[in-house]
């Protein structure tokens, strides 16, 4: 599936409704879920990550736990193997590094927060932050650790897991023993 040339998006990262796939439909509807603000600055984060990383794929997931909506972008259709992550949440938006404690390496201005073993994340203030100097070089810096090159020419997919998540919850659901009852001697 194609994912919209970033030429599409209107200026708020939004989508012409002519040109929305059954996948962007339903991730509208993902963004739909946050305030209006929240989902405006999280759409537009996403056309200017499309934008600078063409060709790679676009991972949904929903983690409704947390509340967040993450897009990892990754050259294959797994998100681990990303690059980079957009994440949502009710009252910010971060980029995430799935390489980020290597590239604290590359990080002089120290914007990389975060203690996971691997991943690090960018707070984002606002869509003009990624081309921020330094920010800008965290990601020329990830995409080469990465080991990815990005064509200009070419399109990613778009890969909704979110569906796939619920329904691996439903069927472990169904498998879970009931817990057991304590009893008593």
Known sequence: MDIPAASNYGERGTLE???????????????????????????????KLRARLPGLSE??????????????????????????????????????????????KADPQKLLQGRA????????????DLARPEVEALMAAALTLAGVRVDPGANG???????????????????APPDAAPTRE
């Open 117 to 128: 073993k691997t991943v690090r994340f960018v707070a984002v203030g606002a869509a003009a």
């Open 59 to 104: 991972i949904v997931y929903v983690y409704e736990n947390q509340g967040s909506l993450v897009i990892a972008y990754s050259p294959s259709a797994q998100g681990y193997e990303g690059v980079c992550s957009l994440a949502v949440y009710p009252d910010r938006v971060s980029l995430y590094f799935t390489q980020g404690a290597q590239l604290a």
């Open 17 to 47: 409704p002519a040109s929305m796939t059954p996948e962007e439909t339903q991730l509208a509807a993902f963004f739909a879920a946050y305030a209006p603000p929240i989902a405006e600055f999280g759409l537009a984060v996403r056309a």
């Open 157 to 175: 997919a778009l890969i909704l897991k979110a569906e796939s998540q619920k329904q691996r919850a439903r069927r472990a659901a169904k498998t």
